[in-house]
């Protein structure tokens, strides 16, 4: 049931009312979630649901990515870092080892993992950048730092490092103008943007790199085994967008449950 098919279609294959369907499904216990208590290497992350103008709501979600297995979620309204707290303390309580936390950008979360090694995401670090000079910059100081990024993956901290460090050189001039405003007299960095993408990066440089210290932990350098499975939850909760809350928490439990490495004793067929 919690596949693409919308509920007209569901009715018109199981021969009767939609209600009924809908009923059908809220009656339905999910089983508890099991768990294997292990060390293990961490993604973490949050997504939302409606928009600002109407009520959004979203979930926070634990996840193992070496064995694609949810460990822990919950429902909210928006993010808080006590939300984030209460999972880490969770897993532990269940007797897990957490070894390291890869994360997004979200403000203050990566002081809340502080007692672990805290794996920045490339990906969302990429996407700040882009904020920042756009898709495709007009600059060729902004082409520059964008070639720059790129290379996150594929060469060391040390070089990475060397490469960003030689470029803010190349660019010291153009990144320290200042344009005056003509009624004030105010001065404003001309470059603003770029040069707080710059920051970012030399912000979340000592994150960046921690599974390349950690080698033997199989750190994941993106929460991209979360993007994609959260993707796969909004398509399904798109086709069901005439579902209440409730029900649409149900359906979205049903498939954080099906991503488990107890497949065989959580699987629910509906």
Known sequence: ?????????????????????????????????????RPVSIVVDCTFFGTKETTQWGVIV?????????????????????????????????????????????????????????????????????????????????????????????????????????????????????????LTGKQTYTHARLRSAIRSLLTNLPNLFTYEKYSKLNISTTTNSLESHFSHIKDVVRVHRGLKRSVKEKLIETILLNSSIVKSAQKSSF
Request: a positive charge; one cysteine or more.
């Open 62 to 182: 634990f996840r193992d990515p070496s064995e694609g297995e949810n460990l822990w979620w919950k429902f909210i309204d928006d993010e808080k870092i006590s939300y984030y707290l209460q999972g880490r303390e969770v897993l532990l309580e269940l007797g897990y080892e957490v070894q390291s936390v890869t994360l997004d950008g979200f403000r203050g979360l990566t002081s809340t993992f502080r007692s672990y090694p805290v794996q920045f995401c490339h990906f969302h670090q990429k996407q700040i950048i882009r904020r920042y000079v756009t898709k495709n910059p007009r600059l060729v100081a902004g082409v520059e730092l964008k070639e720059v990024v790129e290379m996150l993956g594929e060469v060391t901290r040390e070089e990475f490092s060397q490469y960003l460090q030689a470029y803010v050189n190349h660019h010291r001039e153009f990144l320290n103008q200042k344009t005056t405003d003509p």
């Open 1 to 37: 049931m919690f596949g693409k098919q919308t509920l007209r279609e569901l009715s018109e294959q199981e021969k009767i009312s939609k209600l009924s369907i809908k009923q059908r499904f809220e009656k339905i216990k999910l089983p508890q979630k099991a768990h294997n208590p």
